[in-house]
């Protein structure tokens, strides 16, 4: 393992990406201009922001930008599923507008149905114009009437959170029912419903967005692997009780892998002790994004484990249940999937590479560098989607000669 100082070192995590995207739609759907303070400089954030000044444009020249008699504004979201979804709800629940919402040929392949579908119900003119399901799509605004409407949240809980946040453009308040019986990623709908609170009272003047649960988790991952006094802080991250975000139960479950956590005035401070649980089994339904972190690092650590809730991470940047069995095959462990879990049992198997590949997965590419150092990660610059100097901390972190 890494030696480190002694002392604690500081990590400056960027801000929530998850409250960034609902913090610019509903600061757009109340017509504020609220000052978000910590948006994160990362990729996804950028391209919401920058499409959501292009939807703007349309809004103020009456709802189409004419480039030929014909043809319409073209507004690419990039590669965030997040602000691909969310931009979709608003742009479809403006009257006058019209565009072509598209995206990166990654996230063209990702799933949209279930948030179209519920938008159709509620008036939407949406046409999917290559595959059904996915964009790229022509989006014709209306004023969608609300009131009753079944969502699916069994695959995403975004599809919810996009129609929560354009409610108040709706003609009459909107009732989801979810369609199935379990919802994943609940926390996200909490973190929606608690944004909108927020902007859709008396909006704030400024509204300053959390450090990055989710980012913590793969310094959580990396400290468990280090020596018994190793310890970290993290300003600005708030504590589980206090934070918005669900990731926030980071805290607990690294409680049963040898790190306590600790806030202090401007954050939280990890510090590595005591002994790592036997074996670790978890329902990770509400907390989908901790998998890659927590597989890689109970590898590295011999900490065998079953993750169950998890048959959604099949729809993520990748199959990340089935980049996580690819690529820590190549280390040496042999991990299975279930239909609805990802599990290690302690099997290994002969290491057959010394490289990596991310899978064009940010969160894929920062769970293998924070386990296991120096080895080749083809595609790393993917971690710029949420979070661009991610290497650097990591490397800042590592004993140099």
């Not at 099997?347 to 064009?360: G, I, K, L, M, Q």
């Not at 080749?376 to 100097?389: D, E, H, T």
Request: charged fraction near 25%; charge should be neutral; aromatic fraction near 6%.
């Amino acid at each position: 393992m890494e030696k480190v100082d002694d002392a604690a070192k500081e990590v400056l995590l960027p801000g929530s990406k998850s409250i960034a995207a609902r913090a610019l739609i509903a600061r757009e759907v109340a017509g504020t201009d609220t000052e978000l303070l910590n948006l994160p400089d990362c990729d996804d954030t950028r391209e919401l922001d920058a499409a959501l000044c292009r939807l703007r444009v349309l809004r103020r020249e009456g709802g189409r930008e004419m480039k030929t008699p014909s043809e319409p504004m073209r507004i690419n979201l990039g590669t965030g599923a997040t602000s691909l979804r969310f931009f979709t709800a608003l742009a479809a629940a403006l009257p006058g507008v019209e565009c072509v919402a598209d995206c990166s040929n990654g996230l063209r392949r990702r799933p949209l149905k279930g948030l179209t579908e519920a938008l159709r119900r509620l008036g939407a003119d949406i046409t999917f114009l290559e595959e059904s399901g996915h964009a790229p799509m022509l989006i014709r605004g209306q004023l969608l009437k609300g009131g009753a409407v079944e969502v699916s949240t069994g695959q995403s809980s975004q599809f919810l959170s996009a129609l929560w946040l354009v409610s108040p453009l709706m003609e009459r308040p909107l009732m989801p029912i979810a369609e199935e019986a379990k919802t994943v990623s609940a926390p996200y709908i909490e973190m929606t419903r608690r944004i909108s609170e927020i902007f859709y009272g008396a909006a704030p003047r400024r509204f300053a967005i959390e450090a990055d649960w989710s980012a913590a988790a793969f310094f959580y991952e990396w400290i468990m692997l280090q020596p018994c006094g190793t310890r970290l802080r993290f300003p600005g991250l708030l504590p589980p009780g206090e934070s918005l975000q669900g990731d926030s139960e980071c805290a607990a479950i690294y409680s049963r892998l040898g790190v306590r956590s600790s806030s202090y005035g401007g954050g939280i401070e990890i510090v590595r002790e005591g002994k790592l649980a036997d074996r670790l089994e978890l329902d990770l339904n509400t907390t989908p994004d901790m998998v890659p972190s927590l597989a890689a690092g109970c590898c590295a650590a011999g900490v065998p484990f079953r993750f169950n809730g998890v048959a959604h991470l099949r729809h993520k940047e990748s199959d990340r249940l089935a980049a996580l069995v690819a690529e820590l095959d190549k280390a040496g462990f042999l991990l299975r999937e279930g239909e609805d879990s990802l599990y290690w049992f302690g099997e290994r198997c002969a290491v057959s590479s010394d490289s990596f590949d991310s899978h064009s997965d940010h969160r894929i590419a920062m769970a293998l560098a924070a386990a296991f150092p120096g080895r080749k990660i083809r595609g790393a610059a993917c971690v710029a989607k949420s979070f661009p100097g991610f290497f650097d901390k990591l490397d800042s972190l590592r004993e140099r000669d």
